[in-house]
């Protein structure tokens, strides 16, 4: 299986500040990557697929980049809504696999 | 607007079968890609497997012999057993929806917790 790992597992930050959570694959996964937002009482939103393609919904100040073992989700000018539980997944072969998730913390 | 709604007991024993099921409103379960990813206490993820449209299933070998999934589609329910559970079996089980065989969870239920205890 390819493993995934994130990085980091805990982010204190403040609205208006821009973060950065890294994801790196164990082994090329191109650019099959995504990120998704896990917040309480909510289903898991898909964020970013295709490593850097906004889904449908995805506010403009969320951002992916990388290929092949190297991924980074960046949000730009945090927002209250924002601090949730981040996670990369790589669908690039079966079983997809999941990085160990990033809690956004309000500082 | 497509609904998913994960349904069953919380508490289940040692040895015993965990069973779920995922209820679908808003989209017919004989189209996409339909499946059951959890997650652990410490929140590490695993996807399980899918049920296709066409009833085809796809489970992680992890599981092995332990998993299986069924549907329903007169009700349009899919069903999770997993057999000879134990205490690591204890997470939230999460039912999933994708368009196409590409594992790209655009749609999730809100999750169940299933506790494997004594």
């Known amino acids: 299986d390819v493993q995934m790992t994130q990085s980091p597992s805990y982010l204190a930050a403040s609205p208006g500040e821009s973060v950065s959570i890294s994801c790196k694959a164990s082994?090329?996964?191109?650019?099959?990557l995504a990120w998704y937002q896990e917040k309480p009482g909510k289903a898991n939103k898909l964020l970013i697929h295709?490593?850097?393609t906004l889904q449908s919904g995805t506010p403009s100040r969320f951002s992916g980049s990388g290929s092949g073992t190297d991924f980074t989700l960046t949000i730009r000018s945090l927002e209250f809504e924002d601090f949730a539980v981040y996670y990369c997944q790589q669908y690039n072969e079966y079983p997809p696999t999941f990085g160990a998730g990033t809690k956004l913390e309000l500082k | 607007e497509v609904q998913l709604q994960e349904s069953g007991p919380g508490l289940v024993k040692p040895s015993q079968s965990l069973s779920l099921t995922c209820s679908v409103t808003?989209?017919?379960?004989?189209?996409?890609?339909w499946g059951w990813i959890r997650k652990f206490p410490g929140n590490k993820m695993e996807w399980m497997g899918y049920i296709s449209y066409s009833g085809s299933t796809s489970y992680n070998p992890s599981l092995k012999s332990r998993i299986s999934i069924t549907r329903d589609t007169s009700k349009n329910q899919f069903f999770l057993q997993l057999n000879s559970v134990t205490t690591e079996d204890t997470a939230t089980y999460y039912c999933a929806r994708w368009p196409t065989r590409v594992p790209l969870f655009a749609y999730w239920g809100q999750g169940t917790l299933v506790t494997v205890s004594s």
């Open positions: 808003g989209y017919s379960i004989t189209s996409n890609y």
């Open positions: 295709s490593g850097s």
């Open positions: 082994k090329s996964i191109s650019n099959n």
